[in-house]
């Protein structure tokens, strides 16, 4: 038997690596912010639903010199999210940074003509593969010192946006029901884990990345999903000073 021995030599500080986790990372937006964050030397998991898909967005982001992984993750599939979450506590203990990106868009109907079957399809993703992948990785974000939680929403969330007939945002959600009351649930999602977690230090805010060109809406959108990464970024390493319980895009706040 070995005799246990004591070091006297001080130990260094250091600051611990940080981890996040990305939804639907091997593509669009949520692969551009997994490159940034992955760029300030933070370990980033990709997470996708294929295995092919996931393994080549992380291979791709390590040539720029980033610690990234791939970790299989279905965020409508719970076996899958929890298998996802017991693989990040094996490997790393905790979580500092989640990223709700994962999501589907709908196809386009007047709200009359849309059946409840074609929310709850778009649900099943966009909110509740969210609360999904949340609960499951909270107790990993809780034994983080400075976790933070981004929900990647949108305008066509806001109501007061979809209230003004006026707004550009009225018109384009006049045919996408499913997918634009799932980002204002994702918005109430967002305050209401906000509120609960505001006293543990845990920052949950949703953002809006503006109009990327992205396979979502077929490369319509004016902005690069890099453009659109930025703000989630930015939350995602906010300060402990930082806001919370918030709906904002790269240029402020937006009203709910
Ligand atoms: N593009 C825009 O203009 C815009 C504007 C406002 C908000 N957003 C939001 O930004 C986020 C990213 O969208 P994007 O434009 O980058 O779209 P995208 O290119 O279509 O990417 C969506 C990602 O989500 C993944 N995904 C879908 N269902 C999944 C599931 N069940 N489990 C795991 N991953 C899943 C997709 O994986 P697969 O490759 O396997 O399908 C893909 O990686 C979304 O939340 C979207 O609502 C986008």
């Not at 980033?44 to 040539?63: S, T």
């Not at 980033?66 to 017991?86: C, K, M, Q, Y």
């Not at 996408?176 to 977690?197: D, F, G, Q």
């Amino acid at each position: 038997m070995t005799t246990p021995t004591t070091s006297t030599t001080p130990t260094t500080p250091t600051t611990p690596q940080k981890t996040a986790l990305v939804t639907g990372a091997n593509k669009g937006i949520g692969k551009e912010t997994a490159r940034r964050l992955a760029a300030l030397g933070i370990t980033v998991l990709i997470g996708a639903r294929d295995a092919e898909r996931g393994r080549a967005a992380a291979e791709e982001l390590r040539a720029d010199g980033g610690d990234v992984r791939f970790v299989p993750l279905d965020v409508t599939d719970e076996i899958s999210v929890r298998a996802a979450a017991e693989r990040i506590e094996a490997a790393f203990g905790r979580l500092d940074i989640l990223v709700n990106n994962a999501a589907i868009a709908s196809g386009q109907q007047k709200p009359s003509e849309t059946p409840a079957a074609a929310l709850r399809q778009v649900y099943e993703t966009n909110v509740f593969g969210v609360v999904a992948v949340t609960h499951a990785m909270l107790p990993l974000l809780r034994r983080s010192a400075a976790a933070r939680i981004v929900n990647m929403s949108s305008e066509l969330g806001s109501v007061s946006h979809l209230a003004d007939p006026g707004s550009p945002w009225s018109s384009y959600s006049s045919a996408l029901l499913p997918y634009c009351t799932s980002k204002s649930a994702l918005n109430a999602i967002t305050v209401l884990y906000a509120n609960e977690l505001r006293a543990e230090g845990i920052l949950v805010n949703a953002v809006s990345p503006g109009y990327c060109a992205t396979d979502l809406n077929r490369h319509s959108g004016p902005r690069t999903p890099a453009e659109g990464a930025a703000v989630a970024v930015d939350l995602a390493t906010a300060g402990e000073d930082g806001p919370t319980g918030t709906l904002r895009s790269e240029d402020g706040p937006i009203p709910w």
